[in-house]
């Protein structure tokens, strides 16, 4: 059965730091990109960040600024996001994607993030 269980969201103050996690199961994790998306308040789902099968190449959304990293750790079919300087604009619910080359597709449940005061 493919899973992909993402955690780590929590309410959170401006300025503050969360790492958020994916969990992939079923299904050969090493052979397909991840990718990090949100969905924010009154607007359509968005790519945050985007990483590669070996986890060589990366890529961000302008919004990030600098202040998030990407990464994956395959021994143990893990995607990571860590996330500094957040801000309230920052607040949504954070989905991972898996992406095979033949255009095979997962989405996890996501995890709510919420940045306030």
């Known amino acids: 059965q493919v899973r992909l269980v993402e955690s780590g969201g929590d309410l959170v103050q401006p300025g503050g730091s969360l790492r958020l996690s994916c969990a992939a199961s079923?299904?050969?994790?090493?052979?397909?990109?991840m990718t990090w998306y949100r969905r924010t308040p009154g607007n359509e789902r968005e790519l945050v960040a985007g990483?590669?099968?070996?986890?060589?190449?990366?890529n961000y959304a302008d919004f990030v600024e600098g202040r998030f990293t990407i990464s994956r750790d395959n021994a143990k079919s893990m995607l990571y996001l860590q996330m500094n300087g957040l801000k309230p604009e920052d607040t949504g619910l954070y989905y991972c994607?898996?992406?095979?080359?033949?255009?095979?597709?997962?989405w996890g449940q996501g995890t709510q993030v919420t940045v306030s005061s």
């Open positions: 990483i590669s099968t070996l986890g060589g190449s990366t």
């Open positions: 079923g299904f050969p994790f090493d052979y397909y990109t």
């Open positions: 994607r898996a992406d095979s080359e033949d255009a095979a597709e997962y």
